[in-house]
């Protein structure tokens, strides 16, 4: 098992005060399972259900923090910090957390990008 917490940024806490995030949460990769909490909101699956996982950087804040869904697709965001975030990708889509449609992807703003990425891959690669 491995945690990956969300890195909180200071300067949003007021953003993020609503859904309870603090440092209990963030991601937790199993052999079996994917995990995320935000706050009063979780997102699992089986480890089996993602298909791919990157690293992307340097968000703007108005587009990154807080709980949001994409504008483009029905993707689902995780958000606290600008530094980046990791994109996980699901081969069918995971119950909704928010909005009207279940979730072909998660966005999450863990601390440690690179780790998560590779956590998730080499588990998914075999």
């Known amino acids: 098992m ?3 917490p969300y890195r909180l940024d200071r ?3 007021m953003l993020l005060a609503p859904f309870g995030v603090g440092n209990d949460d963030g991601v937790t990769v199993t052999a079996d399972t994917f995990t995320a909490t935000f ?6 699956t089986p480890l089996a259900n993602v298909t791919e996982c990157h690293a992307t950087r340097d968000y703007q804040w108005f587009k990154a923090v807080g709980m949001r869904l ?3 697709d029905d993707g689902l965001t995780f958000g606290t910090a600008t530094h980046g975030g990791v994109c996980v990708h699901f081969a069918e889509r995971v119950p909704k957390v928010i909005g009207f449609r279940d979730h072909s992807a998660l ?3 863990v601390d440690d990008l690179d780790g998560l990425v590779e956590a998730v891959n080499s588990r998914i690669d075999g």
């Open 39 to 44: 706050g009063r909101k979780k997102l699992e």
């Open 2 to 4: 491995a945690f990956f």
């Open 107 to 109: 966005t999450v703003t």
């Open 70 to 72: 994409s504008f483009v």
């Open 11 to 13: 300067r949003y806490r």
